[in-house]
């Protein structure tokens, strides 16, 4: 079937990567021919993206500041012997602005929704009713694929957004309750509160599996909730999400498993941050990378961002490294220990380790002091690790 509609670059998958790239784009390139298509039935799904506002640069706070829904001055962590509010702005988007910015930015006819695509090439994507579209480029957002060059681990959670019966008290987030009991791995519940009664409550886990049981965290969220003596008189929406933290890997055999030549953005190109999960920096320098090439051919896309992915994974190496300690060296129920360690260091440092762009300094003062787990036991497994003993 012909297609009526010509395509310069066509965005496979409609979620946080490609859709910030169809707003940079549209931005930078108006006159550029933009198509995204995307398998569910809205742009962005059903997900609260956050991130620090010092993970952003200047420019990048303005141009994506209508997607953010809720900031706030300071946020709040707690452990079992640390209890903290570190001074540092942190903001949430949702994709029901991401969407609607996009439908804002781009034709009615070039945002695509339900409408899986099956196979796809550098410059055609082939959909399930067997439709064929071509353009200059195709750039694939999917989300995280299978994988057999990257070491991964999980963080997975399941969030409800709830109304309360009184004032929760909360000023800013909560983005480490530990002080839950530990299951599953390395526990906590994340709270951002929306409203005065209204507050979004994950229960979250960074885990060696990545299966879901969504009616014993619904579970857990009810009880946390009462703990915090809270009543729970409506739930407006739920949402639940399963992301790869980074332990090790070859990330140039990684981007040499999926298709050749198609550049790749997001969760697919391996961009994100290894010890937290959060993607939202990294799609952002994504949206600007792109937008800002000289030529948008596909093999200058590609090499782009996959110089960029290739680059920044090799840059993160040591965050892999404390990774390993916390998933290997620390037993499931010590987990949290790595953790409330790191947050007893001054709010500059942890501030750039979120960012991803840590000092030399850093490293040595995170890995200095007094060890959150036993040394011996930390030592041997990373030297097994690098032996391929793990």
């Known amino acids: 079937m012909n297609d009526p509609v010509e395509h310069d ?14 707003l ?69 988007a949702t994709s029901e602005r991401l969407a609607a910015e996009v439908a804002r930015a781009l034709p009615p006819e070039r945002i695509l929704t339900g409408t899986p695509i099956v196979a796809l090439t550098p410059t055609s994507v082939t959909l399930a009713d067997q439709r064929v579209l071509t353009a200059g480029a195709v750039i694939d957002g ?20 709830v109304e309360l019966a009184a004032p929760h008290g909360l000023t800013g987030p909560i983005i480490m309750d530990a002080t839950v009991p530990q299951r ?22 960074f885990s060696d599996g990545a299966d879901l049981a969504p009616d014993l965290l619904r579970s857990h969220l009810a009880d946390y909730a009462a703990s915090q003596g809270w009543t729970i008189v409506a739930t407006h929406r739920e949402e639940f999400g399963i992301l790869p933290l980074g332990i090790g890997g070859n990330i140039e055999a990684f981007w040499d498993e999926g298709e050749a030549g198609v550049p ?59 990774n390993r300690m916390l998933f290997l060296a620390a037993l499931p129920d010590e987990r949290y220990r790595v953790l409330e360690r790191f947050y007893e260091h001054n709010e500059a440092l942890v501030g750039r380790f979120y960012a991803a762009r840590p000092e030399l300094k850093d490293w040595m003062t995170i890995l200095s002091g007094k060890p959150p787990l036993p040394v011996g036991r930390a030592a041997s497994t990373l030297i097994k690790y690098e032996l391929g003993m793990i």
């Open 9 to 22: 670059i066509i965005l496979a998958g409609g979620g946080l990567a490609n859709g910030l790239i169809a």
């Open 24 to 92: 940079r784009l549209a931005q930078m390139r108006p006159g550029l021919r933009v198509t995204i298509i995307e398998a569910g039935q809205a742009l962005g799904g059903n997900h609260t993206w956050s991130s620090f506002t010092g993970d952003l640069s200047p420019a990048q706070q303005n141009w994506t500041a209508p997607l953010f829904e809720h900031r706030w001055p300071h946020y709040e962590v707690r452990f079992p012997h640390l209890q903290r509010r570190l001074d540092a702005s942190y903001g949430s």
């Open 142 to 161: 999917r989300g995280q694929g299978p994988t057999k060059a990257l070491d991964l681990r999980w963080q997975k959670f399941l969030g409800l957004e």
């Open 184 to 205: 599953d791995g390395y526990r906590f519940v994340y709270t951002l509160p929306f409203g005065p009664t209204r507050v979004l409550i994950e229960d979250t886990y």
């Open 264 to 322: 790749r953005v997001g969760l697919r190109a391996g961009m994100f941050h290894p010890v937290t999960g959060y993607s939202f920096p990294d799609a952002v320098q994504i949206a600007d990378l792109v937008a800002d090439l000289p030529k948008l051919d596909v093999a200058s896309i590609y090499a782009a961002v996959r110089a960029h992915s290739v680059k920044a994974w090799k840059a993160r190496g040591m965050y892999r490294l404390l």
